[in-house]
C-alpha cells in the first residue's frame, strides 16, 4: 500500500460525567484522530492520549507534532507494504506508542476496508460478540459510587472496575462490598503506590476482588513481582506493559496474572497481538483497557477483544456512558446480557458521523 494524504483532526468533546483517577480528574477529552487516505479508500484511527503527560509520557500536542513532523513525512507516498509491517517502516521513535498506534490503528482499518472484511476478522478475532466491563472513577461520595454502581449492574455489564488512591481505597471498597457481596469487582490505582505500602494493599485481599490493576510505578515491573509474592489477590499490569517484551518479562517474574492490553499503549494492532500471543503461551488471561475513547479509538477496541486469549470482560462499553453524542454512527450499544455484538460491516465497523465530526473539530491539517 501507498499512504496518499494523512489528515489530522483534534477534536474536543465533554465528557458525560467526569473521570477521576490516581492522577486527576477529566471533564472534557481531547483527543487526536488520524485519517489516512489511499487509492480513493480511507482509514481511521485513534491517538489515545490524554491532553496532559499524567498516564504516560504522551499528550496530544505532544502527539500532533510528532505525527506531522516526524512520522508522517516517513510514511506518505511510501510504499508501505501490508498493516501488519508497518511499524517496521516507521522511524526509530523512542516511546510515544500511542501517537504511532493510532496511525498503525488507521491503516489496519484502510487494509481491512480495501479487503472488504471487517477488522475484526482482520486481525484474526474469532469472537461475534465481546463481554464488557465498565471502569468508574472516583467519586465525590461513596454513596454516589455506590449509586453509579448499581446502575451499570442493572444494565448488565459484567464487571465493575472502581479506581482507588490513597484515601480512596479499603474503606470504600469495604462499603462496596457490603452492597454489592457478588459482583464481579476489581480495583486500578494507576500507580497511585509504593511497595512500601504492601500490608496496607494486602488488607485488599479480604474483598474477593478479581484483581488489582496496576498498583505500583508505572515502569516497574520488579516491585510488581515482590507486590505479588505478598497478596493473594492477582496484580494485573496496565502501565508496565508496552511491548511483548514487558509481558514475557512480567509472567516470568510472576510480576502479574492477568494483563491489560491497551491498543494505544503497545503502540497499535501489531504489538497487540504480540502481547495477547505471549500472554496465551504463559496461561495468563488478558482484557482489553480503554482511554475515554470516542467512537473511532472504541470500536478498534471491541475488534481487539475479539482475539480469543481475551477471556475477562474489558473496560470497552457504550458510548452513551462517555458522550451524548458519538462521532460514530450507530453508537457502540451494550445488550442487556452486557456484550458488545461485533458488525459484519468492512474496516471498523460504523460509520463516522462528519457533520457531527466537524462541529467537534478544534483543528485539521493534511500531509502529502
Ligand atoms: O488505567 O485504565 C486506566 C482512563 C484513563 C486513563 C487510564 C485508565 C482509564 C480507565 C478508563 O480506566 C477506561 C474506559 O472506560 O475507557
Ligand atoms: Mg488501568
Not at 458488545?340 to 462541529?359: A, M, Q, S, V, W
Request: aromatic share 6%; with cysteine.
Amino acid at each position: 500500500m501507498i499512504i496518499d494524504r494523512i489528515t489530522l483532526r483534534e477534536i474536543r468533546m465533554p465528557l458525560v460525567h467526569f473521570f477521576e483517577t490516581s492522577f486527576g480528574r477529566t471533564t472534557h477529552r481531547r483527543i487526536l484522530l488520524v485519517e489516512v487516505r489511499s487509492e480513493g479508500a480511507a482509514g481511521w484511527g485513534e491517538v489515545t492520549a490524554g491532553e496532559l503527560p499524567f498516564y504516560n509520557e504522551e499528550w496530544v500536542d505532544a502527539s500532533w507534532l510528532l505525527l506531522r513532523e516526524i512520522i508522517g513525512p516517513k510514511v506518505i507516498g511510501r510504499q508501505i507494504g501490508a498493516a501488519a509491517n508497518v511499524s517496521r517502516v516507521l522511524p526509530p521513535v523512542r516511546g510515544h506508542r500511542m501517537t504511532a498506534g493510532g496511525l498503525e490503528a488507521a491503516i489496519w482499518d484502510l487494509e481491512a476496508r480495501k479487503l472488504g472484511v471487517p477488522l475484526w476478522k482482520h486481525i484474526g478475532g474469532s469472537r461475534v460478540d465481546v463481554a464488557c466491563g465498565v471502569s468508574i472513577g472516583i467519586q465525590d461520595t461513596v454513596d454516589e459510587l455506590l449509586g453509579l454502581i448499581e446502575r451499570e449492574v442493572t444494565a448488565g455489564y459484567r464487571r465493575v472496575k472502581i479506581k482507588i488512591k490513597p484515601g480512596w481505597d479499603i474503606d470504600v471498597v469495604r462499603r462496596v462490598r457490603e452492597k454489592f457481596p457478588d459482583v464481579p469487582l476489581m480495583v486500578d490505582a494507576n500507580s497511585a503506590y509504593s511497595l512500601t505500602d504492601a500490608d496496607h494493599l494486602k488488607q485488599l485481599d479480604a474483598f474477593n476482588l478479581m484483581m488489582i490493576e496496576q498498583p505500583l510505578a508505572h515502569d516497574d515491573i520488579i516491585d510488581h513481582a515482590k507486590l505479588q509474592e505478598k497478596l493473594n489477590t492477582a496484580i494485573c499490569l496496565d502501565e508496565c506493559i508496552r511491548c511483548a517484551r514487558h509481558a514475557e518479562q512480567a509472567i516470568e517474574m510472576g510480576a502479574c496474572r492477568i494483563i491489560n492490553i491497551k491498543l494505544g499503549r503497545v503502540g497499535g494492532f501489531s504489538e497487540a497481538l504480540l502481547v495477547h500471543n505471549v500472554a496465551r503461551a504463559g496461561g495468563i488471561p488478558v482484557w482489553c483497557g480503554g482511554m475515554l475513547e470516542s467512537g473511532i479509538g472504541r470500536a478498534h477496541n471491541i475488534a481487539l477483544s475479539t482475539l480469543d486469549n481475551f477471556k475477562l470482560p474489558g473496560d470497552v462499553s457504550a458510548s452513551k456512558r462517555y458522550w451524548q453524542r458519538d462521532i460514530i454512527h450507530p453508537p457502540v450499544e451494550v445488550l442487556a446480557s452486557g456484550v458488545i455484538e461485533l458488525r459484519e460491516t468492512p474496516g471498523f465497523g460504523y460509520e463516522i458521523d462528519h457533520d457531527y465530526l466537524k462541529t467537534v473539530t478544534l483543528r485539521e491539517e493534511t500531509l502529502g
